[in-house]
């Protein structure tokens, strides 16, 4: 009884300890470029248009952007009230699991004057 009171702790702790570095992994990150198509300043969400890589056909998709998100255009640092719809951008993005599509980092391809 006393070996297999080891092994089932063994097993538990192994179990524990696997699980623990899956959740210890950063969320895997996706990127997407296109044209914002909307914004809500009050949730803090982008909506991006962009051309689906498998079917070539238009999709959009819509990403939180927290408080921490890196958000630039060229070497500058821009706010999201800066971005406009119709603004070319490309967004680095996780999903966080519960709240849905996260941006980690979004860049404002716009050329234009700010």
């Known amino acids: 009884m006393g070996i297999i009171r080891v092994a089932i702790i063994f097993i538990l702790f192994f179990m524990v300890a696997v699980c623990g570095w899956a959740f210890d992994n950063d969320q895997v990150q996706k990127t997407v470029s296109g ?25 959009e998709i819509n990403i939180i952007v927290p408080s921490e998100a890196e958000i630039t255009r060229g ?10 719809q119709s603004d070319p951008v490309t967004v680095v993005y996780y999903d966080d699991g519960s709240s849905g599509l996260k941006a980690r980092r979004i860049s404002d391809l716009n050329q234009g004057s700010m």
């Open 75 to 84: 070497a500058q640092t821009i706010s999201l009230s800066d971005i406009e």
């Open 35 to 59: 044209t914002v198509v909307d914004m809500d300043w009050v949730k803090s969400i982008i909506t991006v248009n962009y051309s689906s890589l498998i079917s070539g056909e238009a999709d």
